[in-house]
Every structure is written in structure tokens, then in C-alpha cells.
Nanobody, 126 residues
Framework: QVQLVESGGGTVQVGGSLRLSCAAS??????????VGWFRQAPGKEREGVAR???????IYADSVKGRFTISQGSAKNTVYLQMNSLKPDDSAMYYC??????????????????WGQGTQVTVAS
């Protein structure tokens, strides 16, 4: 399994921005052969997919974040970012990054991902 660590969460006002980072253990590790996804879970709700990027760099987004969030791979191949702009109170949740080797699963389903980080909390204050 891949060890993942998320960072960058915090409390921000409505309309603000945050950039989350997902770092895999080992500077020699590369996400190039993995599918990487960002998920979130709010209290009392199911974990949901937010964005994912495949090995070719193609990304998809949940409808609720399209146009506001951007997933990208850092210059260090063991890091993936989630840039979140125009944040809304409904974006408040624990955010997790997850990965699975090979192509991205057909379904953007948390159950399809093998390795998970511990999460980073995002709170959007109104």
C-alpha cells in the first residue's frame, strides 16, 4: 500500500480559497502509474468523490465542484494538489486523497481505491 499524507486544510470564509496537498511517502515515488482521487465526507453523509486524475493527466470532477476545483500533479511526482476556489459552506468536510494502481476505476467510488490518507479538515464559514 501507498502511504498518503494530506495537508492544507483549515477554516476559510465563503468565497475563499484553499490548496490541499497529497504527498506519497518516499521522494522516489511517482503517481505516474496510479489513479489519484480526492474525496470528502461531511458529518452524517457518505464519502463522495470530488476530483480524480488518471495516469495520462486527464481529470474529472463532481458536478458540485466543476469550475471551482482543480486537481493537478506537482513538479514533485509524489504530490497531487487540489486547488479549491469560490468555497461554499457545503464544501465543509474532511477531505481525503486516495490512490489505486493502474487506470482509474470506471466508477468514481471510494470502494475502488486502495490506499487512503488520514484526511484534512476544511471548514467554510458563512
Amino acid at each position: 500500500q501507498v502511504q498518503l499524507v494530506e495537508s492544507g486544510g483549515g477554516t476559510v470564509q465563503v468565497g475563499g480559497s484553499l490548496r490541499l496537498s497529497c504527498a506519497a511517502s518516499g521522494s522516489s515515488f511517482s503517481f505516474s502509474n496510479y489513479c489519484v482521487g480526492w474525496f470528502r465526507q461531511a458529518p452524517g453523509k457518505e464519502r463522495e468523490g470530488v476530483a480524480r486524475v488518471d495516469r495520462s493527466g486527464t481529470s474529472i470532477y463532481a458536478d458540485s465542484v466543476k469550475g471551482r476545483f482543480t486537481i493537478s500533479q506537482g513538479s514533485a511526482k509524489n504530490t497531487v494538489y487540489l486547488q479549491m476556489n469560490s468555497l461554499k459552506p457545503d464544501d465543509s468536510a474532511m477531505y481525503y486523497c486516495a490512490t489505486v494502481g493502474g487506470p482509474c476505476p470506471t466508477r468514481f467510488d471510494p470502494l475502488e481505491y486502495r490506499s487512503w490518507g488520514q484526511g484534512t479538515q476544511v471548514t467554510v464559514a458563512s
